[in-house]
T-cell receptor, first 113, second 113 residues
Framework: GESVGLHLPTLSVQEGDNSIINCAYS??????FIWYKQESGKGPQFIID?????DKRQGQRVTVLLNKTVKHLSLQIAATQPGDSAVYFCAENAGGSQGNLIFGKGTKLSVKP | DSGVTQTPKHLITATGQRVTLRCSPR?????VYWYQQSLDQGLQFLIQ???????AKGNILERFSAQQFPDLHSELNLSSLELGDSALYFC????????????FGQGTRLTVV
C-alpha cells in the first residue's frame, strides 16, 4: 500500500544499469547515516549505513558516498534488478544511534525490464 | 520476515477514541523504536525504549504514550484520536541502542474516521 508522500522524486532505470539515488541532509552535526529500502506494503529495510568519519562504504551491490562539505549522501546500486524497485529513504542521526533518526522524503526507484 | 511482529495489521476507529498498538521485537533485541509514516509527513521517529526504559523521544504528541514491558514487547497508546492521526505506525527493534541495524515490522495501518 501507499506509504510515502504524494510527490516523491522518481528514478526510472533499465534493468542492468547502475542507479544513483541522492539525498541532502539537514544537520551538519549528524554523524550517522542510513539508507533504507521500503517495498510496497512492507516496513523499511536496512540497506547500508555510514558514519561521518568515512566518505565511502560498500556493501553487496550497493555503495554509499558521503560528502560532508555539501551535506550530501548518495546510494549507488550496481546492476539494478527488478527486485530493487522500491522507495529509498536516507536517514540521519546526530547521536550515533538508531534512535531519533530524521528521514528524508524518499525516492521511488522503478526498474524497467 | 524481519522477526518483528506488529498487531493489529489494520485498525479503523472513530475520532476521540483510544487504541493500543502492539509490537513484539526480534528475539534477543533490547531496543524498540516507534515510527509514524503519513502521506504528508513521511517517516517520523516517535520514541525509543531500551530494556524497559525510555531512551529517546522524537515528535510524539502528548496524546500518545508508549511503554516496554519486562518481556520486551512494547505498546503504543494513541488517545483522543484525530483524523490526522491516520497513518502507518511502524515498530523496529535492534539488539542494542548503538548504531546497530534495526529491523522493522510490517506496520499497523490506522484509519481514523
Amino acid at each position: 500500500g501507499e506509504s510515502v508522500g504524494l510527490h516523491l522524486p522518481t528514478l526510472s532505470v533499465q534493468e542492468g544499469d547502475n542507479s544513483i539515488i541522492n539525498c541532502a541532509y539537514s544537520n551538519s552535526a549528524s554523524d550517522y547515516f542510513i539508507w533504507y529500502k521500503q517495498e510496497s506494503g512492507k516496513g523499511p529495510q536496512f540497506i547500508i549505513d555510514i558514519r561521518s568519519n568515512m566518505d565511502k562504504r560498500q556493501g553487496q551491490r550497493v555503495t554509499v558516498l558521503l560528502n560532508k562539505t555539501v551535506k550530501h549522501l548518495s546510494l549507488q546500486i550496481a546492476a539494478t534488478q527488478p527486485g530493487d524497485s522500491a522507495v529509498y529513504f536516507c536517514a540521519e542521526n546526530a547521536g550515533g544511534s538508531q534512535g531519533n533518526l530524521i528521514f528524508g522524503k524518499g525516492t521511488k526507484l522503478s526498474v524497467k525490464p | 520476515d524481519s522477526g518483528v511482529t506488529q498487531t493489529p495489521k489494520h485498525l479503523i476507529t472513530a475520532t476521540g477514541q483510544r487504541v493500543t498498538l502492539r509490537c513484539s521485537p526480534r528475539s534477543g533485541d533490547l531496543s524498540v523504536y516507534w515510527y509514524q509514516q503519513s502521506l504528508d509527513q513521511g517517516l517520523q521517529f516517535l520514541i525509543q525504549y531500551y530494556n524497559g526504559e525510555e531512551r529517546a523521544k522524537g515528535n510524539i504528541l502528548e496524546r500518545f504514550s508508549a511503554q516496554q514491558f519486562p518481556d520486551l514487547h512494547s505498546e503504543l497508546n494513541l488517545s483522543s484520536l484525530e483524523l490526522g492521526d491516520s497513518a502507518l505506525y511502524f515498530c523496529a527493534s535492534s539488539l542494542l541502542t548503538g548504531d546497530t541495524e534495526a529491523f522493522f515490522g510490517q506496520g499497523t495501518r490506522l484509519t481514523v474516521v
